[in-house]
Every structure is written in structure tokens, then in C-alpha cells.
């Protein structure tokens, strides 16, 4: 398999900055759409009081994960909220009473088997913290009779410009995520644990070694500083030599993936009972003076974490996430997201003008899918489904490493998003 991939600047401007615990806010706006998946439904009305970690909302569906309170206080709403997909979701708005009580649910989970473990993982609200938002009970909740994984990987990459969480989750956690892989191992049967982290983070590679050396079935693996590394196929790929073949999953190569900060959760909630109510997440960009780590509540407005942060300027642009994978946000009151890992603002951002294809092929060359993006361009803008299907447009992983090397600025990240939910639009009508 050849891996294509881009170097990309890094800007890791606060991977020195040790993370801050912030104050509670004063209210806060939580989705039921925390996750990939089907939404929760609210299991709590106007009027009552709720504690830290009680459950706010949950689903029956296998891929979902339950939703938790952040604060202490009242719910005041619960309302449609604008999510960062563009669609209105239902949202509980809880105001801070200042107490800051710990529900009497929050407490260890009893787990001694393989069963117990899942449903402990599951009560948790646990998704993949790296961004995707993937329930993590459903990922680690496979069939050992029909595949049992050979390896756990454990995603430390953070590739993406900027992003710094998951480093001081290592330097500042590094020991919970030692026992959260501990933990995958024992009650899962997986028998071996790859941790990949990127050269460009040596104080995490040293770390996470000395806390690994006594165990031989845990192996730190150095990895290009590259984009995009931590791709889930790629970097499979990077640590096992294993290739994920179309239409499948991981599992079927033998490999379950999990985001470090996922890990180091795991060990938490196992020891302490709490869910996933806050999160650690990166402020940066080229207006924030104090580029920093902050623990968050979920719920809590963005414009409230960046003025911890501090802006010299009046942004123009915010993102939550990465600068190749992100999403922009429509406003400051924006209320941050279990996925959202972090938040950066940029003043003066410019806005290119897309125009012809030069026909470089440094696309091509980019594409760690080995994908033609200027093709899948053209077929989607002949809305050819057949097409489409054949240049195999559903294997894209929309890093965004196609527009980001175009000479000619062209939206081809962007026009292979569109023409994958186009494809699923033909795909319902059909019937399929």
C-alpha cells in the first residue's frame, strides 16, 4: 500500500501550556446529539433539579451513548438548538445553582467481567474524544466468536495543526491511560496494545515508554509527523502494516482503534464513577494571546472558554476542531460538544477564489485514500452516482489534505462530502 500524506505547519503553541480547570459557567445549552449516532431523548422536564452526573438524556439504540448533567441546578428549557451539522437538535438548558452537588449515582461501577465492563463503558456517556464521536461501547463491544481483535491501538497521533489536548492528556494523564488500555486488555481478551504518538510530541513518547516498559504487551510506537496520521485507517496502517480493506471496519483487520484521551476516561469512570460531563479541550489562533488547555463542562458557551483565553481581536472565523477537519461555528454562544476537542479564532482569514485545474495532480498525491479528487469532482458535478461509486468517493476520510495542497484553490474536500451524502440520498430513494 502506498500512504500518501501532506506535512502540514504545526503550530502547537500550547502544548507547554499545563490545562486549567475553568469556573462553572452560568448556565448551560446541552445536545442530545453528543455523538454519532441516534440523538437521546430528554429524560428530565422544565422545572427540575438536577446534580453533576445525573442522567439528562438517553437512547435504546446500540449507537448512541446516554447524556449527563455538567452543573447543579434547574433545567429552564428544553429547546432546539442550531448544532454544528446545520440541524436543529433538541437541546436541555440547565442553570447553574452554584451548589455544584454530585449526583448520588456518581459512584465506582462493579466490573468483573467482559459484560459488566461494556455496561459500565456505555453508562459512562463515553464517545471517541478525538473528534469523531463514535459510541465506545459499540466499538469495543464486538462478538469475540465471530472476530476477536489481535490489536488494541490507541490513537495518539493528533495530527491536526494547533490541537494539544490529547499531548497533555499524556504529560498530565499518562498513567490513567496506561490503566485504561489495562483495562481494554483484561476484560476484552485483546492480547496486544500499540500506542501510537507522532515524533513531533518526544516528551509524550518518553513518558508513555517509561510507563510501559514492564509490560511486554505494550509497545509505544513513534510515528511520522504527518498528515493525516492519526486517520484511523492510516494509522493502522503506520503501526501493524495491516491494511483496512473497502467496506469494512477495523475489527475486520483485527485491530480495534481507541483516542488516548478515550482511554484515560475509561480508567476514570471505572475509578471514580463519574461520566463524561467535561472534557479537556485547546484554544488557539492567531488572535488568542494565551493559546491554552482548559478543562470545559459540556454545555458551556465558546464564548465563554476563549475569554479565558484572551482575544486581541474580534474573530472572523471560529472552528471547533482542527483547522483541516473542523467546522466552523455560527456564533460565540455556541455551546460546546463532547466531540469538540478544540476551539480556534482567527481574525483576517482570507477567502480564495477557486479557479481552473492546472491538472498538477498534487491531489493525487495527497490523497491517503489513493483517490482521485479532481475526478470525484467532476462526477459529482455531473451528479453521477455510477461514477461516483466506481472512483470509490465513500472511502474518502475528509481530511481535507486535497484542498489544502490545490494551487487552485479548489473545494474539493468540500465537494466530496457532498457528493458521499448525495450518494446516500440516491441510496434512500432507491430504497437500498
Known amino acids: 500500500m502506498l500512504l500518501h500524506q501532506v506535512?502540514?505547519?504545526?503550530?502547537?503553541?500550547?502544548?507547554?501550556?499545563?490545562?486549567v480547570k475553568l469556573p462553572m459557567p452560568d448556565k448551560v445549552v446541552i445536545s442530545m446529539a453528543q455523538h454519532l449516532g441516534a440523538p437521546c431523548t430528554p429524560t428530565v422536564k422544565v422545572g427540575d433539579k438536577v446534580k453533576i452526573g445525573d442522567v439528562i438524556g438517553s437512547s435504546e439504540a446500540a449507537m448512541s451513548a446516554p447524556v449527563h448533567s455538567s452543573i447543579s441546578g434547574t433545567v429552564?428549557?428544553?429547546?432546539?438548538?442550531l448544532h454544528i451539522s446545520g440541524r436543529n437538535m433538541q437541546s436541555v438548558v440547565i442553570e447553574n445553582d452554584g451548589l455544584e452537588e454530585v449526583s448520588d449515582s456518581v459512584c465506582p461501577p462493579t466490573v468483573e467481567n467482559r459484560e459488566q465492563f461494556l455496561q459500565a463503558v456505555r453508562n459512562s456517556g463515553s464517545i471517541g474524544l478525538g473528534g469523531?464521536?463514535?459510541?465506545?461501547?459499540?466499538?469495543?463491544?464486538?462478538d469475540p466468536k465471530e472476530k476477536q481483535p489481535d490489536f488494541l491501538i490507541i490513537n495518539g497521533a493528533e495530527c491536526e495543526p494547533y490541537i494539544t489536548s490529547d499531548y497533555r492528556c499524556f504529560m498530565e494523564e499518562g498513567e490513567d491511560v496506561l490503566e485504561g488500555v489495562l483495562?481494554?486488555?483484561?476484560y476484552l481478551g485483546i492480547p496486544k496494545?500499540?500506542?501510537?504518538?507522532?515524533?513531533?510530541?518526544?516528551?509524550?513518547?518518553?513518558?508513555?515508554?517509561?510507563?510501559?516498559e514492564k509490560h511486554d504487551n505494550i509497545t509505544v510506537k513513534p510515528l511520522k509527523s504527518s498528515y493525516p496520521q492519526g486517520a484511523e485507517k492510516t494509522l493502522i496502517f503506520s503501526t501493524t502494516g495491516r491494511v483496512v480493506k473497502e467496506g469494512t471496519l477495523p475489527l475486520a483487520s483485527g485491530c480495534i482503534v481507541v483516542n488516548s484521551s478515550t482511554a484515560a476516561f475509561i480508567a476514570q469512570y471505572i475509578r471514580t464513577g463519574m461520566p463524561l460531563v467535561k472534557r479537556r479541550i485547546t484554544v488557539d489562533g492567531n488572535i488568542v494571546k494565551k493559546p491554552s488547555n482548559f478543562i470545559v463542562p459540556v454545555g458551556m458557551s465558546i464564548g465563554e472558554i476563549v475569554y479565558y483565553a484572551e482575544l486581541s481581536d474580534k474573530p472572523d472565523r471560529i472552528i471547533l476542531g482542527g483547522p483541516m477537519?473542523?467546522?466552523?461555528?455560527?456564533d460565540p454562544d455556541y455551546p460546546l460538544s463532547k466531540t469538540n476537542n478544540a476551539v480556534l479564532m482567527f481574525a483576517d482569514s482570507p477567502v480564495y477564489e477557486p479557479s481552473e485545474c492546472i491538472r498538477c495532480g498534487?491531489?493525487?498525491?495527497a490523497c491517503s485514500m489513493n483517490l482521485l479528487p479532481t475526478e470525484l469532482e467532476h462526477a459529482f458535478d455531473m451528479r453521477d452516482a455510477m461514477r461516483l461509486e466506481k472512483l470509490k468517493v465513500n472511502l474518502c476520510v475528509n481530511c481535507g489534505a486535497c484542498s489544502f495542497v490545490c494551487p487552485a484553490k479548489r473545494n474539493l474536500a468540500e465537494k466530496n462530502q457532498l457528493a458521499k451524502a448525495f450518494l446516500r440520498e440516491q441510496s434512500t430513494r432507491k430504497g437500498k
Not at 506535512?7 to 490545562?19: D, I, W
Open 132 to 142: 469523531a464521536g463514535f459510541p465506545t461501547s459499540l466499538k469495543l463491544g464486538f
Open 325 to 330: 477537519m473542523g467546522a466552523c461555528a455560527f
Open 362 to 365: 498534487k491531489c493525487v498525491k
Open 193 to 212: 496494545c500499540i500506542i501510537g504518538i507522532e515524533k513531533n510530541k518526544p516528551k509524550a513518547i518518553e513518558k508513555m515508554t517509561r510507563l510501559c
Open 76 to 81: 429552564t428549557a428544553i429547546t432546539d438548538v
Open 7 to 19: 506535512k502540514l505547519p504545526h503550530f502547537k503553541h500550547s502544548a507547554e501550556s499545563e490545562t
Open 183 to 186: 483495562l481494554m486488555l483484561k
